[in-house]
């Protein structure tokens, strides 16, 4: 069956990110003076061949571990979903 | 109140996704080579100032619009939940 993860790749919240930070002046220069603590991550999709959902979950977090995320300056969460 | 914007911005559908080519490929010489079609985009959170629900989501939908979206090549979404 075809599954696609929806992960979310986000700098660990004790490390700074100084992208978000300057994105959150950019946006009250702007006039959204409302916009705090913006964090700034990667969104990635994939589609995979699985036979069953805990099968696409694992094949998801391996390529998490593997290769998207490095978990010493990030951390990952992902849902699957049915294609 | 205080509430949290989700927002994912992804390359759209029509437009080449180099960086999620070079991540397939590279995830298939890991072995995954179940995995298809990645795309990689960002994901933003944000904490907002808000009366309503309502407001911060026409506050977020400023956001993507005027900063953090280019709309002729990234499409947009975004979730608010309650801080």
Avoid: W
């Avoid at 700034?40 to 998801?60: D, F, M, N, P, R």
Wanted: with cysteine.
């Amino acid at each position: 069956m075809k599954y696609i993860a929806h992960i979310n790749i986000m700098p660990l919240k004790e490390l700074l990110d100084p992208q978000g930070k300057a994105v959150n002046n950019s946006l009250h220069n702007l006039g959204l003076s409302q916009v705090h603590d913006v964090r700034i991550g990667k969104h990635i999709t994939l589609s995979l061949e699985a036979a069953s959902k805990e099968e696409a979950q694992q094949a998801a977090q391996d390529a998490c571990k593997k290769l998207l995320a490095n978990q010493v300056m990030e951390s990952f969460d992902f849902t699957i979903t049915e294609a």
